[in-house]
């Protein structure tokens, strides 16, 4: 077991071994410079539509900004029934600004309408939005419920409690929760521990979730805790990587202390900054020391000795 209890390492806890982009930067459909290669730039827009209007299988990802003057200027009711009819799209995220004014959003709920009827998209990512959640999930609902997604990425967002359960209602209505491998939520605002505890809740159902990542999302409350707790002690548990950094995972630290002592899946644990105190630290080292799969556990800013953890391991399993 790699243990990671090094301070200098506390910046970049959220980095894993699966820190690859989940879209193809070549293939944005809004290039980043709008300045002196306008021309060209919008060149290449139409260029990438036409590509993707006509099916064409080396688009197999976008990049799509719903800001400022982009959704002042395209009609966006057209492109979402354009990328909604691709079947070659694979991979999908969308960066979205804040916005109170009614034609803006009515023209993203049209792109995001259009886009929720595509069947081929397997990677779904929202990144860095301020735009209400109710227009994106909302509008996204068959999307998220009636494709095969392999992965979903939700970071640097700021979601809220009703869209909290907004997702965690479309999570439990997935008419195919076998598909569903990946699922990231980082550094989001998700509302209170009740909220929290639905969306982990509606995890409970995906047996072949091998990802699961939670660095500062807000976990808290029992309930969170327990369908953390009834994921790691499924029989058929394929659960490897579980990212808990800066998430307050104190008490009641016995249930997933457990659930961790008698897992036989994960291979990749991080705990960095997640608040235990010396009392439940000591019950997260006597799970720990119990389980022969974890292969990375990061322990950094935590009571957790790395020292001792790893003479416990060596003389428990050798």
């Not at 419920?145 to 997935?174: C, F, M, P, Q, V």
Request: with cysteine.
């Amino acid at each position: 077991m790699d243990v990671d209890n090094d301070d200098q390492n506390s910046d970049n806890e959220s980095v894993s071994e699966d820190d690859e982009s989940s879209v193809n930067d070549e293939m944005n459909y809004w290039p980043d410079d709008f300045g002196d290669g306008y021309d060209d730039a919008e060149k290449l827009k139409r260029k990438t539509l036409k590509k993707i209007k006509l099916n064409d299988p080396d688009i197999t990802s976008f990049e799509v900004e719903l800001t400022g003057e982009y959704v002042q200027s395209i009609d966006w009711s057209t492109k979402g029934n354009i990328f909604g009819n691709n079947t070659q799209l694979k991979k999908v995220e969308i960066i979205s600004d804040q916005t109170e004014d009614q034609s803006t959003v009515r023209k993203i709920k049209s792109f995001c309408t259009g886009l929720a009827n595509n069947r081929s998209i397997e990677a779904f990512g929202i990144r860095d939005s301020e735009l209400s959640y109710n227009i994106l999930f909302s509008s996204l609902q068959p999307l998220l419920i009636h494709t095969n997604l392999i992965r979903i990425d939700i970071y640097e967002s700021e979601i809220g409690d009703d869209n909290t359960r907004l997702l965690a209602r479309a999570l439990e209505k997935r008419s195919n929760k076998r598909s569903l491998e990946v699922l990231r939520l980082n550094v989001c605002d998700m509302g209170g521990e009740h909220a929290v505890g639905e969306l982990i809740k509606a995890l409970e159902g995906y047996e072949n979730l091998t990802k699961l990542y939670l660095h500062d999302c807000g976990l808290g409350g029992r309930q969170c805790f327990v369908s953390l707790a009834n994921i790691l002690l499924k029989p058929n548990c394929r659960l490897e990587t579980l990212e808990l950094a800066y998430n307050n995972i104190g008490r009641p630290q016995n249930i997933l202390a457990n659930a961790i002592s008698k897992n036989t899946s994960l291979k990749y644990l991080n705990f960095g900054r997640t608040g235990v105190d010396n009392e439940e630290a000591i019950e997260y080292c006597n799970a720990l020391v119990k389980n022969n799969t974890i292969k990375f556990l990061n322990l950094s800013t935590t009571p957790m000795g790395a020292v001792g953890l790893i003479g416990s391991n060596t003389s428990s399993h050798h």
